[in-house]
């Protein structure tokens, strides 16, 4: 009873990084990959392997886009290229 519910902490996190994303925050991309890596802890416990393999390639992608957002807001601004 004292375990955490892992699949409603993955709903939480798919709503916010969605909003996050959609609002052009790059830290969105962290939250989704936060809730890939809960989904392959879910799929091991439930043994539903089958979505670590989707959720391993959506991590891959997910820091793919979070280095191209990155650098490409620091080509875009050169007034705020420290951030």
């Known amino acids: 009873a004292g375990m955490l519910r892992l699949d409603y902490i993955s709903c939480l996190l798919t709503v916010v990084s969605t909003i996050l994303v959609g609002r052009r925050f790059w830290q969105g991309w962290i939250v989704a990959g936060a809730n890939s890596v809960i989904i392959c802890v879910i799929a091991l416990r439930t043994a539903q392997t089958g979505f670590i393999t989707a959720n391993v390639f959506c991590l891959g992608l997910y820091g793919y886009n979070l280095l191209n957002w990155r650098s490409?807001?620091?080509?875009?601004?050169?007034?705020?290229a420290s951030d």
Do not use: T
């Open 72 to 80: 490409q807001r620091q080509e875009n601004s050169p007034s705020h």
